[in-house]
């Protein structure tokens, strides 16, 4: 049981010291970057700040007739 117990400890000590390797980056670069992200890319879902969306090129076109059938 006890062999056990210190298998368990050392795997979550190893997990520990790769969380500690993870790079990582003061809040405020975090932030920045997140507010220049929200600046700088257009979301057609707020049509008031950015306008109406452009043409979609994957749209299907309207035509005459419908190509479906219905059985």
């Known amino acids: 049981m006890s062999e056990h117990k210190l298998r368990k400890l050392i795997e979550y000590n190893n997990r520990l010291k790769e969380q500690l390797e993870l790079q990582r980056i003061p809040v405020s670069h975090a932030s920045q970057s997140l ?15 950015w306008g ?3 043409q979609d ?8 007739g419908c190509g479906c059938s219905v059985m």
Do not use: E, M, R, V
Request: net charge neutral.
């Open 35 to 49: 507010i220049s992200y929200t600046q700088n890319t257009k979301d057609y879902l707020l049509p008031s700040l």
């Open 57 to 64: 090129p994957f749209a299907t076109q309207a035509s005459g």
């Open 52 to 54: 109406p969306p452009p």
